[in-house]
Structure formats: structure tokens, C-alpha cells
T-cell receptor, first 111, second 119 residues
Framework: GDSVTQMEGPVTLSEEAFLTINCTYTATGYPSLFWYVQYPGEGLQLLLK???ADDKGSNKGFEATYRKETTSFHLEKGSVQVSDSAVYFCALSRGNYQLIWGAGTKLIIKP | GAVVSQHPSRVICKSGTSVKIECRSLDFQATTMFWYRQFPKKSLMLMATSNEGSKATYEQGVEKDKFLINHASLTLSTLTVTSAHPEDSSFYIC???????????????FGDGTRLSIL
């Protein structure tokens, strides 16, 4: 069945460091891919999405490119801030509205 | 952007109490709403999917009589945890999705969650 695999956390970085959180997926067809972010004590917010191969989603300095050849959707940011500390979830949808979630990756940014 | 309001944000109550959690879509019609449960340091577990005007579809292992879901309008769904016990303590999150149009790239919009603590 469909699945999403994320790198295990926590990921700890210093402020202004480069961030990569890996996400790979297994799915038939052409799913849509999402990154959601959950700040402490809050619900989830959509961070970015991509709906077809080679699409790049971007928001708040974060980017992710839909790579069909490697079935990946890695999240990147060039210079992280303390306020980026949160849990990041990768997810896919195959158009039947249900999301398949990764386990989440906790990101800790130290000043 | 689309906003989902979830209320209350935190509930502390005694064992045996029933607790109702509301989920409202504020600026769009949510034909479908989802209820999730999140355990500490874990991903989201989908509990049920509710469609406006019809019965909710529960995931395997989720007790229908324990977690009552009502989706009476296009902007409101409620989750009632009946006769709650300490093992029901968790973080519950709702999300809503506008199912009209091309649903393949419609994101789910999440509420801020409800922290339920049963003493």
C-alpha cells in the first residue's frame, strides 16, 4: 500500500544553518505531496504542496521538489531560524481525500 | 486562507464524563471533515471521516459508540467522547476539506487541536 517515510528526528541545527528533511514515498500513480508543520501545542498547518512531477512547492523560505524518479519530496530551507522549531510531516494524497502521513520529524533550532 | 476553528483547546475532566469537541470551517464549506488522534511523539492517527449529512466512516479499531461524530452542516462537525476514561486522554485534531472541484490537490485545513485530559 501507499506509504511515506521520513527521516527520524530530532534534527538539531544552529540558527542560519541549511536544512534538509528527507521524505520518500511509495504510491501507485501520481499522488499529490504535502508538507505540514505543527508548532508546539498547535494543530497542523499546510506548509507547501506539489501536485505533479517536477513541481516545486515553496512557502516561508521552505522548498520541496516533487521527484518522481526518486519518489522523493525533500524539504529544504537555506537558513533556519529559532522560530522554525516544530514538527514537520510529509504526506501524500491520491485524490481520494485521505492523507497518508509520515511519522513526523522534530526540528530543533538553537540560537 | 481557509480557517478551521476547533474548540475547546483544552479540557480537563473527571472519568465518566462525556466531552464534546467542535470543529468549524470559518470561510469555506467543508463537505468532508476528519478527526485525528495524536499520541505523544507520534504521527496522526485517522479516527474517522465525516461527510455532511451522512454517517461517519470509522477507521478500524475505533469504537463508534465511544467516539460519536456528527456533521450536521457544511461548517460544523462535532466529536463527542462518551464516558471518557484516562486512556482517552490525548490530543485530538480535526481537519476539513472542500471536496468540490478538483480534490486531488485540495489540502486539508487543520484546527489547532484539543488537549483532552481525563483524571
Amino acid at each position: 500500500g501507499d506509504s511515506v517515510t521520513q527521516m527520524e528526528g530530532p534534527v538539531t541545527l544552529s540558527e542560519e544553518a541549511f536544512l534538509t528533511i528527507n521524505c520518500t514515498y511509495t504510491a501507485t500513480g501520481y499522488p499529490s505531496l504535502f508538507w505540514y508543520v505543527q508548532y508546539p501545542g498547535e494543530g497542523l498547518q499546510l506548509l507547501l504542496k506539489a501536485t505533479k512531477a517536477d513541481d516545486k512547492g515553496s512557502n516561508k523560505g521552505f522548498e520541496a521538489t516533487y521527484r518522481k524518479e526518486t519518489t522523493s519530496f525533500h524539504l529544504e530551507k537555506g537558513s533556519v531560524q529559532v522560530s522554525d522549531s516544530a514538527v514537520y510531516f510529509c504526506a501524500l494524497s491520491r485524490g481520494n481525500y485521505q492523507l497518508i502521513w509520515g511519522a513526523g520529524t522534530k526540528l530543533i533550532i538553537k540560537p | 486562507g481557509a480557517v478551521v476553528s476547533q474548540h475547546p483547546s483544552r479540557v480537563i475532566c473527571k472519568s465518566g464524563t462525556s466531552v464534546k469537541i467542535e470543529c468549524r470551517s470559518l470561510d469555506f464549506q467543508a463537505t468532508t471533515m476528519f478527526w485525528y488522534r495524536q499520541f505523544p511523539k507520534k504521527s496522526l492517527m485517522l479516527m474517522a471521516t465525516s461527510n455532511e449529512g451522512s454517517k461517519a466512516t470509522y477507521e478500524q479499531g475505533v469504537e463508534k459508540d465511544k467516539f460519536l461524530i456528527n456533521h450536521a452542516s457544511l461548517t460544523l462537525s462535532t466529536l463527542t467522547v462518551t464516558s471518557a476514561h484516562p486512556e482517552d486522554s490525548s490530543f485530538y485534531i480535526c481537519s476539513a476539506q472542500d471536496m468540490t472541484g478538483d480534490i486531488s490537490n485540495q489540502p486539508q485545513h487543520f484546527g489547532d487541536g484539543t488537549r483532552l485530559s481525563i483524571l
